[in-house]
């Protein structure tokens, strides 16, 4: 068995992830995709009462917040980069 010493550090992709902070922008999104759903469900089915089959509309909020929490993590993340890619370049110059 080897040491702890011999044993490589963490993999290159898991220390950007890190760094991009993808699990807190994760979770960020799927809070504001579910908010988002829940909003969007309340203002256009429960307040005017439509009638329509629930799995239906419920299926449809799915693939709303799931959507909306896809492309919210892609903004951040995205957001992250730019910062981190900034902040980098501010510290070589120096």
Known sequence: MSSSSDRPGRPPVT????????KRNAVISLVVGIAFTVAVF????VIPGVDQQLTYLIALGFVL?????GTVLIVLTVYQTIVLS??????EEM
Do not use: I, Q, S, W
């Not at 220390?15 to 993808?22: G, P, S």
């Not at 900034?86 to 510290?91: A, H, K, Q, S, V």
């Open 42 to 45: 309340l203002f256009f089915v």
């Open 86 to 91: 900034r902040t980098l370049e501010d510290g």
């Open 15 to 22: 220390r950007l992830l890190e760094a991009l902070e993808v």
């Open 65 to 69: 917040a799931t959507t909306t929490a």
